[in-house]
């Protein structure tokens, strides 16, 4: 079964430090893709970072990395020096297949950051 | 830039009114998709459509969602005798579908209460 999981409901962690956010997930394609979206309280979904199942390199966008582990299927998000703004809802989501078909989600971790 | 558009951005209606969601994509994006998400939950997939194939319907929770889109332009999903269990967000998002690695880009969503 095709599956997005993220165990962590909710975090709180101390401005300016870093934080990691776990995606886990299952399919037994070879070829997929990982996503991580942002929504903040005022509701957009905003998107982050992308990972390919082929790609060697872990993917980085300014703050934001992907730990991707193939091995142990997982995708986490690393944030570093965080900030106020970045207290939301994270969500990872994964395509499969060769086209961006439809997106399995993940429930979402709700990241809160204390200044 | 012009991105998602939805409208309204809410709506509130008595149960058993049927209501009418729009949505107008990214110009240029061929793949739309239509998203219900419920307070503090994750993404409810609804429907996807993809240039002038037949559209999946397949997470439509009943008969009384709809949903047309008329070629690459603006879609609308219809929700018929509404009940109070539909009173949601509902997100649209737009994408290229051509390279798998280009996100979903979303709408700022119709938040809808049935009284």
């Known amino acids: 079964a095709q599956k997005i999981t993220q165990t962590q409901p909710g975090m709180f962690v101390q401005e300016k430090e870093a934080v990691t956010l776990d995606c886990t997930y299952d399919?037994?394609?070879?070829?997929?893709?990982l996503f991580w979206y942002k929504q903040p309280s005022s509701g957009e979904m905003i998107f982050l970072i992308y990972?390919?199942?082929?790609d060697e390199q872990n993917a980085t966008e300014g703050r934001y990395s992907l730990n991707f582990q193939k091995a142990r299927k997982s995708a986490n998000l690393v944030i570093s020096a965080s900030q106020l703004g970045d207290s939301a809802m994270y969500f990872c989501a994964m395509r499969v297949g060769d086209s961006n078909y439809q997106l399995i989600w993940g429930a979402g971790t709700k990241l809160i950051i204390k200044p | 830039g012009a991105g998602v558009s939805q409208s309204p951005s809410n709506k509130v209606t008595e149960k058993g009114k049927d209501v009418e969601l729009r949505c107008d994509p990214i110009s240029g994006h061929t793949a739309l998709y239509w998203y219900r998400q419920r307070l503090g939950q994750g993404l409810e997939f609804l429907i996807y459509f993809q240039g002038n194939s037949a559209p999946d319907k397949s997470g439509l929770p009943s008969d009384r969602f709809s949903a047309e889109r008329t070629g690459e332009s603006v879609s609308t999903l219809t929700i018929q005798r509404t009940q109070q269990e539909d009173s949601a967000v509902y997100l649209c998002?737009?994408?290229?579908?051509?390279?798998?690695?280009?996100?979903?880009?979303f709408g700022d969503g119709t938040r809808l209460s049935i009284l």
């Open positions: 399919t037994s394609d070879q070829s997929y893709g």
């Open positions: 998002a737009s994408s290229l579908v051509s390279q798998s690695n280009q996100p979903q880009h």
């Open positions: 990972q390919g199942s082929y």
